[in-house]
């Protein structure tokens, strides 16, 4: 499907929609979609309380809820979104949740290449590594406050450059199929997340800095603007071949 400019909701009801009616047999869609104003998607479990009341009401951001599992993203002209629809029975549908990720993953270090971006997945093992500091005394409270941001934190089979991710993936798995999902960091903007998530001053610089560390936009890695379309051409020039 070509890509999609609207409201975030719109985006959500329509992977929704794609998803609930997919049928055995039918090839797979990829669905490429940005919001067309700014606003922040919370995960499954997020609740309201997690944002700043304050910082909301001066940014006056709309709020969505997307169903799959993760933390909070931003979205709008800074973020592309894919979905990937697949039916049930389809091959890359695999038992193994985690290493279902392992092709998305992979697809997409090679379409970044051709952009000129040198990057690679996150193995189980180093995402099993950062989870675990949740919950060690000295890192767990600066990790909590980092980990109410997808791009805080790192899960399997994620596209990182260094250390700094550049794709996020989450999944949601029904009988019907499964949905795939990559959010490509166009710009990565720190700021508004910071006094979003950060409830006070001292979370809100640790949420500042955390956050620059951990993600890095394709703009600041290439030293100039992508174009939506360029990284959508890459990605499917990846894909078509791999079939």
Known sequence: MPLTIADQQQHIDLSERLLTTAEPGQPAILYWSQAETEGLVLGYSQKHAILNSAALAAHQIPIYHRRAGGTAVLVGPQLLSLDVVL???????????????????????????????????????????????????GTQAPEAILHRACYGSLSSYEIVVGQ?????????????????????????????????????????????????????GLDSLTGRVVRAQEVIAAFERVIFAME
């Open 87 to 137: 039916p049930a029975n389809h091959p890359l549908i695999l038992t193994d949740v985690v290493e279902s990720y392992r092709w998305f993953g992979q697809a997409w270090v090679e379409a970044l290449l051709l952009l000129g971006v040198q990057a690679r997945v996150v193995s189980p093992q180093e995402a099993h590594e950062q989870r675990t500091l949740l919950k060690q005394a």
């Open 164 to 216: 700094r991710k550049v794709v996020g993936l989450d999944m949601i798995r029904r009988r019907v199929g499964s949905l795939l999902q990559a959010g490509v960091l166009l710009h990565w903007q720190v700021e508004t997340l910071a006094e979003l998530l950060g409830h006070t001053p001292e979370e809100q610089a640790l949420l500042r800095e955390g956050l620059y560390q951990r993600a890095v």
